[in-house]
């Protein structure tokens, strides 16, 4: 086996996939197994193309700040692999550059469709009886990947969410007049990040008043009862909204001109606009929508230190893992306790997580399917806990410079 390593990043950005980074750069160089880790660029695609940079000589200052800094740092990618049986020129191509560069364990920090990777590539090495170690560190903010008990980048966006929707509060109980503000969330088939909505909520503030998740119907008739029924307690109302939302038939809310990327996922934007539309018509009163779109994917300067400290340690796992021998893996977090918070790292095979996902569970979501209940409350509110000391410079937020993505 080679004694080098090359570690990579794909999918979307989020406040904690950097910190995952700093866990694999910092145990490589720890490490009495493995020697240089190369950092791909791009993804899978800079393993193709032979696009690597040393990340063995990073001090330790440089890997403190990186797991700090948001978004990523090795870029991204968002590259599906060919079923191997009817295309196998790819990995051949990608087995041949783990040759070259002397590789023994391959790192690729991602969302679900990078699990698919991981899986082709691990089935593959064993078609061909190759040495190499590929393993799966989970990262993206719709925590929608199974066994894992949430993913890493999921509690930094929650946190942004909640404080973003508490501030959307403060900003509309000013004004004297009836209200609907519709926050739309990113979320297309799971509702985790609308349901993080919830811990805005405090002793004053019911707000968000009303929570609709994709795991369950949207009806626009009950959803104009659910509005009339809020004005009867309040003046301002706050909805938050899943992307996603769908009606029985499960036709998109406003997905008429909905796209498809490359893994066959649709591309949603508009739900909130939407409703904005029907409540001006139907109810009349002041309305507005407001897309938090991809502000939380990188928002570091709220993110969860929690979710930093466990986005280290599963990139760190990886790294062990496989120097005791495990492949075809993607490292994961058990909950052992929601109050204290306790967990573990572990690791599960890539092949059973790759292309599924884990939505909101039903029992979750009240019986009106326009709230969430005490047991999400107590699942997410753990996540969220804790604050980052940032650098700034000028008042601004500083973080690593990333020249070599920059064209």
Same mark, same amino acid.
């Given at each position: 086996?080679?004694?080098?390593?090359?570690?990579?990043?794909?999918?979307?950005?989020?406040?904690?996939?950097?910190?995952?980074?700093?866990?694999?750069?910092?145990?490589?160089?720890?490490?009495?197994? %493995? #020697?240089?880790?190369?950092?791909? /660029?791009?993804? *899978?695609? &800079?393993?193709?193309?032979?696009?690597?940079?040393?990340? +063995?000589?990073?001090?330790?200052?440089?890997?403190?700040?990186?797991?700090?800094?948001?978004?990523?740092?090795?870029?991204?990618?968002?590259?599906?692999?060919?079923?191997?049986?009817?295309?196998?020129?790819?990995?051949?191509?990608?087995?041949?550059?783990?040759?070259?560069?002397?590789?023994?364990?391959?790192?690729?920090?991602?969302?679900?469709?990078?699990?698919?990777?991981?899986?082709?590539?691990?089935?593959?090495?064993?078609?061909?009886?190759?040495?190499?170690?590929?393993?799966?560190?989970?990262?993206?903010?719709?925590?929608?990947?199974?066994?894992?008990?949430?993913?890493?980048?999921?509690?930094?966006?929650?946190?942004?969410?909640?404080?973003?929707?508490?501030?959307?509060?403060?900003?509309?109980?000013? %004004? #004297?007049?009836?209200?609907?503000? /519709?926050?739309? *969330?990113? &979320?297309?088939?799971?509702?985790?990040?609308?349901?993080? +909505?919830?811990?805005?909520?405090?002793?004053?503030?019911?707000?968000?008043?009303?929570?609709?998740?994709?795991?369950?119907?949207?009806?626009?008739?009950?959803?104009?009862?659910?509005?009339?029924?809020?004005?009867?307690?309040?003046?301002?109302?706050?909805?938050?909204?899943?992307?996603?939302?769908?009606?029985?038939?499960?036709?998109?809310?406003?997905?008429?001109?909905?796209?498809?990327?490359?893994?066959?996922?649709?591309?949603?934007?508009?739900?909130?606009?939407?409703?904005?539309?029907?409540?001006?018509?139907?109810?009349?009163?002041?309305?507005?929508?407001?897309?938090?779109?991809?502000?939380?994917?990188?928002?570091?300067?709220?993110?969860?230190?929690?979710?930093?400290?466990?986005?280290?340690?599963?990139?760190?796992?990886?790294?062990?893992?496989?120097?005791?021998?495990?492949? &075809?893996?993607?490292?994961?977090?058990?909950?052992?306790?929601?109050?204290?918070?306790?967990?573990?790292?572990?690791?599960?095979?890539?092949?059973?997580?790759?292309?599924?996902?884990?939505?909101?569970?039903?029992?979750?979501?009240?019986?009106?399917?326009?709230?969430?209940?005490?047991?999400?409350?107590?699942?997410?509110?753990?996540?969220?806990?804790?604050?980052?000391?940032?650098?700034?410079?000028?008042?601004?937020?500083?973080?690593?410079?990333?020249?070599?993505?920059?064209?």
């Amino acid at each position: 086996m080679g004694r080098n390593c090359i570690v990579a990043q794909s999918g979307g950005p989020t406040a904690a996939i950097n910190a995952s980074l700093a866990g694999v750069i910092s145990a490589v160089k720890a490490s009495e197994n %493995y #020697d240089k880790l190369y950092g791909a /660029i791009h993804g *899978i695609q &800079g393993v193709l193309r032979k696009n690597f940079m040393d990340l +063995s000589e990073l001090d330790e200052d440089f890997i403190e700040r990186l797991s700090v800094t948001p978004a990523m740092y090795l870029g991204s990618c968002r590259f599906k692999l060919p079923d191997m049986n009817e295309d196998e020129g790819p990995y051949k191509e990608i087995f041949e550059v783990f040759e070259e560069y002397s590789i023994g364990a391959f790192f690729y920090i991602g969302g679900n469709d990078s699990m698919d990777t991981v899986a082709k590539l691990s089935a593959y090495a064993e078609k061909i009886g190759s040495g190499i170690r590929i393993a799966g560190i989970p990262k993206t903010i719709d925590n929608d990947l199974l066994v894992t008990d949430h993913t890493p980048g999921y509690g930094s966006a929650a946190k942004y969410i909640a404080s973003s929707i508490r501030e959307i509060a403060y900003d509309t109980y000013i %004004y #004297d007049v009836k209200s609907v503000t /519709i926050v739309e *969330i990113m &979320g297309r088939d799971a509702g985790w990040l609308t349901a993080a +909505s919830v811990l805005a909520r405090n002793e004053f503030s019911e707000a968000p008043h009303l929570i609709y998740l994709p795991e369950v119907n949207f009806d626009k008739d009950q959803f104009i009862k659910d509005l009339e029924h809020e004005f009867e307690k309040h003046k301002n109302i706050i909805v938050a909204v899943s992307e996603g939302i769908h009606d029985k038939d499960g036709n998109y809310i406003a997905a008429s001109t909905a796209k498809e990327d490359k893994f066959g996922h649709a591309q949603l934007s508009g739900a909130g606009k939407a409703l904005e539309y029907l409540v001006k018509e139907e109810l009349g009163v002041k309305v507005r929508s407001v897309e938090i779109n991809v502000l939380q994917r990188a928002a570091g300067h709220m993110a969860s230190k929690t979710d930093l400290e466990e986005s280290i340690s599963l990139g760190s796992s990886a790294v062990s893992f496989t120097e005791a021998g495990e492949t &075809g893996f993607m490292t994961v977090i058990k909950r052992l306790s929601d109050e204290p918070y306790i967990y573990e790292i572990d690791f599960s095979d890539v092949s059973k997580i790759a292309n599924e996902a884990k939505g909101v569970p039903v029992s979750w979501i009240n019986e009106a399917g326009n709230d969430v209940t005490d047991e999400l409350i107590a699942y997410v509110s753990p996540l969220v806990e804790g604050e980052v000391d940032g650098y700034y410079k000028n008042g601004i937020v500083d973080y690593v410079p990333i020249p070599h993505l920059v064209k």
